[in-house]
């Protein structure tokens, strides 16, 4: 048991270590932003996050609604979104994940994450050109997740368009090299 929990508290620590590795300003801005917020408003989205990581859409769901609550006519954090439009897309709720996420984009136009998140949703309706238009906005912020330039590189290739695709997921394997496999 105290093995267990000595490696899922290093993996918390490798996972909480990789925005600051890879997007350095972006979590800057996001930090910025979560230091503001109110206690209840950070407990709901810290419920909703590890509600999600145990697969328990019920209670993300629930933490995700209170939180939107607790922020009354304010806007919700990136971080929010994130979480609602991945809720969304765990539930296969794909049009609501789509609509989650483009109104969190409108918010937060440079985030990578959301972008990202965006074209998979986008995809998952069957909105490809969407999708791809998504993904290669997400890339213009040179973000350095590995996940975003195989997404790129996939969208590139449904369209034949076979060298910029090879360009992506060589990105892809640059940035999977410079933070380790992902498990």
Request: net charge negative; charged share 20%.
């Amino acid at each position: 048991m105290a093995e267990s929990l000595w490696g899922a508290f290093a993996l918390l620590l490798i996972v909480e270590g990789l925005l600051p590795f890879l997007s350095p300003q972006t979590w800057r801005d996001t930090f910025r932003k979560m230091i503001e917020l109110s206690d209840g408003q950070l407990r709901f989205i810290g419920l909703a996050s590890i509600a999600l990581a145990r697969g328990d859409l019920d209670a993300a769901t629930a933490a995700l609604l209170h939180a939107r609550e607790a922020w009354g006519g304010s806007t919700p954090p990136a971080s929010w979104y994130h979480y609602a439009g991945v809720e969304a897309l765990l539930r296969a709720n794909f049009e609501r994940a789509t609509q989650l996420l483009a109104e969190g984009v409108a918010r937060y136009p440079s985030s990578a994450v959301l972008l990202n998140n965006l074209s998979v949703a986008q995809e998952a309706c069957g909105r490809f050109d969407e999708a791809r238009r998504s993904v290669e906005r997400a890339a213009q912020t040179d973000c350095a997740m590995p996940q975003l330039y195989r997404n790129l590189g996939d969208a590139l290739g449904r369209e034949g368009r076979s060298a910029e695709a090879e360009q992506a997921y060589l990105k892809a394997a640059a940035a999977t090299a410079s933070v380790g496999p992902v498990r």
